[in-house]
């Protein structure tokens, strides 16, 4: 029996961002310590850059969708295949240009598409 129970969201994506932002976080760090406005820019340049490198691997197919994986899927090496299609209501997707229609969530999670919105003056 595996000693995890629960998809707890182990990707490369999110083990990468999360090593290059204390990378990051850490010179931050040391910038405010040693009051060095230089290494206070360069902190939150390597932050920046992890948001950036983890956004590119989670639309590369090394991140997860939002929600629960399937059980087959929870290794840190499968890949998300459908990742270049977009995931419904993943708000970096949506920012890439993927994902389809917008979807929000409302009662007891019954999922709404919106629809369209026109840009016609409303005259």
Do not use: F, N
């Not at 850490?26 to 902190?43: E, K, R």
């Amino acid at each position: 029996m595996s000693a995890h129970q629960y998809d707890e969201g182990h990707t490369v994506a999110g083990w990468t961002g999360v090593g290059i932002a204390t990378v990051g976080t850490s010179v931050l760090g040391l910038g405010v310590c040693t009051v060095s406005g230089a290494l206070i820019a360069v902190g939150l340049a390597i932050t920046v850059l992890s948001a950036l490198v983890t956004w590119a691997l989670h639309l590369a197919g090394w991140g997860k969708p939002p929600g629960r994986r399937p059980r087959g899927e929870w290794g840190m090496r499968v890949r998300d295949t459908s990742a270049r299609g977009g995931h419904p209501g993943c708000v970096g997707c949506r920012m890439a240009g993927r994902g389809g229609p917008r979807t929000r969530v409302v009662g007891a999670g019954t999922a709404v598409t919106a629809e369209p919105v026109s840009m016609e003056p409303v005259g």
